[in-house]
């Protein structure tokens, strides 16, 4: 079993939808969740980081976590072309000097 | 100024051959990381220095060898180059108990 799997893409959107993204993780004890966007060609990016069970919001992010389902899920609203990427997710558990990484799922935002 | 660079960008070389990639930070992190992504993307953790101490190497061939003069310097040296090591490499770094990681703009390594 994958550490990290997230929802195979790659998922397109017609601009102003929303665009939803899940992770699921396997290890119990990881405790730091992350999301990265990375454009094509480019490196990744930090968008959102949340620590406990809720939704955490950062402008048209908004980030879900539920530990006892060991998943998160990342939610773009009014999608934007420029939202168009790669968006990673990473788990991290205590004390562990590494972030585990999903494949990512591509997002494609429609004109 | 840039806060992780790494050098070169893009480096295309024979098989058999050796090459360094060279990583520096300037954001005052103490922890640093090599990940190496593959065609599909999927980013995977090679080593992690903290304070310059190796703390993680995930069973990675011993060709590759990271070395860190200093916790703002992590380079990656690698022997015998292989067609399977054509990748891109991620050099990282992030501040310990904080893990939102600054990625360096990667480089491009292609063997022929």
Redesign the interface.
């Known amino acids: 079993q994958k550490e990290v799997e997230q929802n195979s893409g790659p998922l397109s959107v017609p601009e102003g939808a929303i665009a939803s993204l899940n992770c699921t993780y396997s290890d119990r004890v990881s405790q ?1 969740f ?1 999301w990265y966007r ?1 454009y094509s060609g ?5 968008i959102m ?1 949340i620590y406990s069970n809720g939704d955490k919001e950062d402008g048209r992010f908004t980030a879900q976590l539920n530990k006892a389902s060991q998943y998160v899920s990342l939610l773009i609203r009014d999608s934007q072309p420029s939202d168009s990427a ?1 968006y ?1 997710c990473a788990v ?1 558990k205590a004390a562990d ?5 999903g ?2 799922t591509t997002v494609t935002v429609r004109a | 100024d840039t806060a992780v660079s790494q050098t070169p960008k893009y480096l295309v070389t024979q098989m058999g051959n050796d090459k360094s990639i060279k990583c520096e930070q300037n954001l005052g992190h103490d ?1 640093m ?1 090599w990940y190496k992504q593959d065609s ?6 090679m080593f ?1 220095y ?1 304070n310059k101490e190796l ?2 190497n ?1 069973t990675v061939p011993n060709r590759f060898s990271p070395k860190s003069p200093d916790k703002a310097h992590l380079n990656l040296h690698i022997n015998s180059l292989e067609l399977g090591d054509s990748a891109v490499y ?1 050099c990282a770094s992030s501040q ?1 108990g904080e ?8 480089t491009r390594l292609t063997v022929v």
């Open positions: 730091s992350f990375q480019k490196s990744p990016e930090l980081s790669t990673l991290n000097y590494k972030l585990s990484f494949a990512g | 922890t990381y599909k993307k999927f980013l995977k953790i992690s903290n703390i993680i995930e991620f310990a893990y939102g990681y600054t990625f360096g703009s990667g």
